[in-house]
């Protein structure tokens, strides 16, 4: 018997900024994104090293430990496609203030819920904010392509507690067997 998700999570890919050049004078740039056995992709832009995919793709989230990987390739027509570079999407920050005791209905539109700044342990270009939007918990990030000469990519995070998912948890404790037991900040 497979264990039941904790939910869906979201990734809006937005868009890639200033990618790496691999054909003569542009690219044809596309993003593969990988959680464990799941490997989602986005449509390849044609000659362009500054794409709008405006693409959602929707992960199953079984452990939070388990890394999810954004990757943009160059498609290539008659070789193997060359890779723009990669990151790491962190979304522990994320799900953790979905545990927040808050009572978020009562929040205005746009009201920021936690703020997290590139460093060593993330991919983040700039700044990331953690929202809430719309009656849903949204984190806007714009990541740092590793590996690679220049890019990053733009991506929005949304979580959703799907039909027979266990959930966050959020009722009752604050803890919950996926937090991490002691903070590092």
């Not at 500054?50 to 027509?77: H, M």
């Not at 700044?127 to 392509?145: F, H, V, Y």
């Not at 979580?159 to 009722?171: A, F, I, N, S, Y």
């Amino acid at each position: 018997m497979e264990d039941k998700p904790l939910g869906i999570l979201r990734v809006h890919v937005k868009r890639g900024i200033n990618l790496a050049i691999r054909d003569a004078t542009t690219s044809d740039p596309y993003v593969v994104i990988t959680l464990a056995n799941q490997k989602l992709k986005t449509r390849v832009i044609n000659n362009n090293c500054n794409p709008v995919w405006n693409e959602q793709l929707t992960l199953s989230i079984k452990d939070v430990n388990d890394p999810i990987r954004l990757t943009v390739f160059d498609k290539d027509r008659f070789s193997g496609d060359d890779k723009m570079g990669d990151a790491e999407i962190d979304f522990r920050p994320f799900l953790e203030a979905h545990q927040m005791e808050l009572d978020f209905q009562k929040l205005p539109n746009g009201c920021a819920i936690k703020r997290i700044r590139p460093g060593r342990t993330n991919c983040l270009a700039e700044e990331s904010s953690i929202t809430w939007n719309n009656a849903k918990i949204t984190q806007e990030m714009i990541l740092r392509l590793k590996n690679v000469e220049c890019g990053e990519v733009e991506i929005m995070l949304e979580w959703t507690d799907g039909p027979g998912c266990k959930g966050l948890g959020r009722e009752g404790s604050k803890k919950t067997p996926w937090m991490p037991t002691k903070r590092l900040d």
